[in-house]
């Protein structure tokens, strides 16, 4: 091999060294910078949920009968009627009518969920539930649905006169989550302690906290207003579970 022959050799050799030097060099170059771009978490983070009531059934009814022994029949300006699947209570005396849960039973830490309809009734006429509820002096907690489409959360008590008083822990208000008069509402009420958590269609709308009230019965309810001449109310379904181990947002 002549001198002209050995020095292109070389040379090529020289640049084959060179060219897989930089392809390596480049090489580690892009893993080292795809190694320090962040990854895009899958992870959504925390979702919160409305959840549906898992815990120990204690009472429940669906109204095909009445079976449960409701309280129902009619006196002046009022009626309990179960009829169709559901039960109707119907109150004209501008006083409410309480529809006592048949089992009897005093709740503490409870869930309660129901579904009602206001089917006829003005702004001031309401239907809901009364928790915590003392049988004989109609103490306990209020909860609200009013025909002008808001809710409200009231501590009642009734004084030494019978007065009754009526103390908002969440005073009447508006919600876009309330259906309008004529249309189905879920509500959902749970009791912990002194937490009490509303929601309305499966969505929480007020937390509040109140230790008046440790436990006693579970009443549904409706009352008219002073300028109203009646008001009607549908419930289709109510249960009763134990509280949930943790409440929530």
């Given at each position: 091999?002549?001198?002209?022959?050995?020095?292109?050799?070389?040379?090529?050799?020289?640049?084959?060294?060179?060219?897989?030097?930089?392809?390596?060099?480049?090489?580690?170059?892009?893993?080292?910078?795809?190694?320090?771009?962040?990854?895009?978490?899958?992870?959504?983070?925390?979702?919160?949920?409305?959840?549906?009531?898992?815990?120990?059934?204690?009472?429940?009814?669906?109204?095909?009968?009445?079976?449960?022994?409701?309280?129902?029949?009619?006196?002046?300006?009022?009626?309990?009627?179960?009829?169709?699947?559901?039960?109707?209570?119907?109150?004209?005396?501008?006083?409410?009518?309480l529809e006592p849960i048949p089992s009897n039973s005093l709740y503490d830490?409870?869930?309660?969920?129901?579904?009602?309809?206001?089917?006829?009734?003005?702004q001031n006429d309401s239907v809901g539930l009364y928790l915590r509820a003392?049988?004989?002096?109609?103490?306990?907690?209020?909860?609200?649905?009013y025909g002008n489409d808001t809710y409200a959360i009231a501590q009642i008590?009734?004084?030494?006169?019978?007065?009754?008083?009526?103390?908002?822990?969440?005073?009447?208000?508006?919600?876009?989550?309330?259906?309008?008069?004529?249309?189905?509402?879920?509500?959902?009420?749970?009791?912990?302690?002194?937490?009490?958590?509303?929601?309305?269609?499966?969505?929480?709308?007020?937390?509040?906290?109140?230790?008046?009230?440790?436990?006693?019965?579970?009443?549904?309810?409706?009352?008219?207003?002073?300028?109203?001449?009646?008001?009607?109310?549908?419930?289709?379904?109510?249960?009763?579970?134990?509280?949930?181990?943790?409440?929530?947002?």
């Open positions: 091999m002549n001198v002209f022959n050995k020095k292109c050799l070389f040379l090529l050799i020289g640049l084959l060294i060179i060219c897989l030097g930089g392809f390596f060099f480049l090489s580690r170059q892009q893993g080292e910078s795809k190694a320090s771009i962040p990854q895009k978490s899958n992870s959504l983070g925390p979702i919160r949920l409305v959840p549906t009531p898992t815990q120990t059934l204690l009472f429940s009814d669906n109204f095909a009968d009445n079976s449960q022994n409701w309280n129902v029949g009619n006196e002046a300006k009022y009626s309990s009627i179960i009829n169709n699947g559901v039960l109707t209570l119907n109150e004209a005396n501008h006083k409410p009518l830490d409870f869930t309660i969920t129901t579904s009602v309809t206001l089917l006829t009734g003005e003392n049988s004989t002096t109609k103490q306990g907690y209020s909860i609200a649905v008590t009734v004084d030494t006169s019978q007065k009754v008083h009526t103390k908002y822990l969440a005073t009447p208000q508006p919600t876009s989550i309330l259906h309008p008069k004529g249309q189905k509402n879920n509500l959902t009420v749970i009791m912990k302690g002194a937490d009490i958590v509303l929601l309305i269609n499966d969505t929480v709308v007020k937390s509040v906290s109140d230790g008046a009230f440790a436990g006693g019965s579970i009443m549904l309810f409706v009352e008219n207003g002073d300028s109203s001449d009646g008001v009607t109310a549908a419930f289709d379904a109510v249960a009763i579970y134990d509280a949930p181990e943790r409440l929530p947002n």
